[in-house]
Nanobody, 129 residues
Framework: EVQLVESEGGSVQIGGSLNVSCIIS????????LAWYRRAPGKEREGVAA??????????PSVKGRFTISQDRQDSGKITLYLLMNNLQFEDTAMYTC????????????????????WGQGTQVTVSS
């Protein structure tokens, strides 16, 4: 059974940094695409960043230059997906969720939520003054 388990988020002061992770196990796709999504109160879910098995990445314009997505694949097949968030702003406050799906190129667009078959439980990130 595929499992996506996110690390705890947290509360960070404006301008601060936070690194969240998602451990993905039993993902059996020969190729895959992983992503981070977020949903802020009263707003629609937003694709934040995506990465494919070859390391190609894409970012939402609102986080480009501040956020970095990366992955660490182990021989066991387990994948750890990271999202390093720098220079956090109030508008970054949201529930962040990782997602996994079959391979699709990410260089032009972050695939829509409907692409992913597996989702984590979400982790809250709050930016305060």
């Amino acid at each position: 059974e595929v499992q996506l388990v996110e690390s705890e988020g947290g509360s960070v002061q404006i301008g601060g940094s936070l690194n969240v992770s998602c451990i993905i196990s039993e993902l059996r796709y020969p190729g895959y695409t992983l992503a981070w999504y977020r949903r802020a109160p009263g707003k629609e879910r937003e694709g934040v960043a995506a990465i494919d098995k070859d390391g190609h990445m894409n970012y939402a314009p609102s986080v480009k230059g501040r956020f970095t997505i990366s992955q660490d694949r182990q021989d066991s097949g387990k994948i750890t997906l990271y999202l390093l968030m720098n220079n956090l702003q109030f508008e970054d406050t949201a529930m962040y969720t990782c997602a996994a799906g079959p391979y699709i190129p990410v260089t032009k667009v972050i695939p829509p939520p409907s692409w992913y078959n597996y989702w984590g439980q979400g982790t809250q990130v709050t930016v305060s003054s």
